[in-house]
């Protein structure tokens, strides 16, 4: 893999600002591959260097695997306003379609411009630049590789500092016939938090919702969100299994981030000693006003 050095000097800076720019090599893990622990030493990264008060803004180079929690979770606990910018590539350094050099250029103009303060985190890639609550990759060749459910959603925040034992939250994808052991057997492994991408609305089968409601009494946290791409979570469907009966048995709704980044959310709150109205009180915070 490339050292920050010569991702650099690949990279089609404006020439004004290279000599500005300081690089530094924190770990080199293919973004899938990458640990919870891993991803909370890149946001320590990222406040280290901020706490720098010379310094305009941060880029951080990431697989797109992964990028979007990550950044995320770096959002969650910064309240710097100064940027701080994820960027990658789609395609390997050795590719004649190399896309890393421009989206590393782009993201250092975007982190140098005083416009970018007080956006939050952002993705910068394939000529757009999005803020990462909401973001999703999309694609897994194109060059333009995320979207958004939504490109305003608000940016309530976790407020302390990750600790270095981080809480376990497991996430499962619900399907026709899914087995409703699932959740018994996380609670039996000590997990503190469960989020569920479920089907539509936030939908599954009855055995689930029972599961759910064993969950919580255990203290275990649940989270229920879709793993349709776009729209808003909204709890509609009863009949024993939907995002009404799932919210009755002490599931909280998340209604506009996906699982990865609901689990980002969970792992950071439960971190930090929030409890289950916390938990419900910052998904509340992250639904839009429209």
Not at 17 to 38: F, W
Request: aromatic fraction near 4%; proline fraction near 7%; charged fraction near 20%.
């Amino acid at each position: 893999m490339l050292t920050a050095s010569e991702l650099l000097a690949d990279a089609p800076t404006p020439d004004a600002l290279t000599p500005l720019i300081e690089s530094v090599d924190l770990m080199s893990v293919d973004s899938s591959a990458i640990t919870v622990t891993q991803q909370a030493q890149v946001v320590r990264a990222v406040k280290t260097a901020l706490d720098d008060r010379d310094v305009t803004g941060v880029v951080v180079t990431h697989g797109t695997d992964t990028m979007e929690e990550t950044a995320f979770l770096a959002d969650l606990v910064s309240d710097d306003p100064r940027p701080v910018v994820f960027t990658g590539a789609q395609y390997p350094a050795d590719s004649p379609d190399a896309d890393g050099p421009a989206n590393i250029a782009a993201a250092i103009e975007v982190a140098a411009d005083p416009a970018s303060r007080g956006r939050g985190v952002v993705l910068a890639l394939g000529g757009r630049v999005l803020p990462v609550r909401g973001a999703f990759k999309v694609s897994t060749i194109a060059t333009e590789a995320f979207d958004t459910v939504h490109d305003a959603l608000p940016r309530p925040l976790v407020g302390d500092p990750l600790p270095e034992r981080l809480a376990r939250v497991d996430t499962y994808a619900l399907y026709p016939g899914v087995a409703a052991g699932i959740i018994a057997a996380a609670v039996a492994q000590r997990a503190s938090g469960i989020v569920l991408a479920a089907t539509g609305s936030g939908n599954t089968h009855p055995d689930i919702t029972a599961e759910v409601v064993a969950a919580r009494r255990a203290g275990v946290a649940v989270v229920v969100t879709t793993r349709v791409p776009y729209g808003p979570v909204v709890a509609t469907y009863g009949g024993g299994g939907g995002a009404v009966d799932l919210e009755r048995a002490g599931a909280v709704v998340s209604r506009w981030l996906r699982a990865p980044q609901a689990r980002m959310a969970l792992i950071a709150l439960l971190s930090t000693g929030h409890d289950a109205d916390d938990v419900a009180d910052f998904f509340r915070r992250s639904e839009p006003a429209t």
